[in-house]
């Protein structure tokens, strides 16, 4: 049935979320490695990212910064214990739209 269907994949899906989970926070938070998820000069956008970020679980934070002379905002996940975490996520990240994140240490 549907149902049955439903809670077979559902428990597929929780094992492979499991294993695609990254480790959060180091002990020292200035350390570890980080995602960088992108620059954003438009408010929108950023808040369009941080609600999408904000539904990962991941912690994350915004830097006022200037680009090219261009004032925006760097948005980046993380810290993740290892860079294999930090890898880990960023295939997560880039599944749910964010294509040009890249791992930062």
Same mark, same amino acid.
């Given at each position: 049935?549907?149902?049955?269907? +439903?809670?077979?994949?559902?428990? *597929? /899906?929780?094992?492979? =979320?499991?294993?695609?989970?990254?480790?959060?926070?180091?002990?020292?938070?200035?350390? #570890?490695?980080?995602? =960088?998820? $992108? /620059?954003?000069?438009?408010?929108?956008?950023?808040?369009? +990212?941080?609600?999408?970020?904000?539904?990962? $679980?991941?912690?994350?934070?915004?830097?006022?910064? *200037?680009?090219?002379?261009?004032? #925006? @905002?760097?948005? @980046?996940? #993380?810290?993740?214990?290892?860079?294999?975490?930090? *890898?880990?996520?960023?295939?997560?990240?880039?599944?749910? $739209?964010?294509?040009?994140?890249?791992?930062? *240490?």
């Amino acid at each position: 049935t549907a149902t049955n269907f +439903a809670a077979v994949n559902s428990v *597929k /899906f929780n094992k492979i =979320a499991k294993i695609l989970r990254p480790q959060l926070r180091p002990k020292d938070l200035n350390s #570890g490695t980080y995602v =960088a998820i $992108g /620059f954003y000069a438009r408010v929108e956008s950023l808040q369009n +990212a941080s609600e999408a970020l904000s539904l990962t $679980g991941y912690p994350f934070r915004s830097q006022k910064r *200037k680009l090219r002379e261009t004032d #925006g @905002t760097l948005v @980046t996940a #993380g810290p993740f214990i290892t860079e294999n975490d930090a *890898k880990a996520a960023l295939e997560i990240l880039k599944l749910i $739209g964010f294509t040009d994140a890249y791992v930062i *240490k």
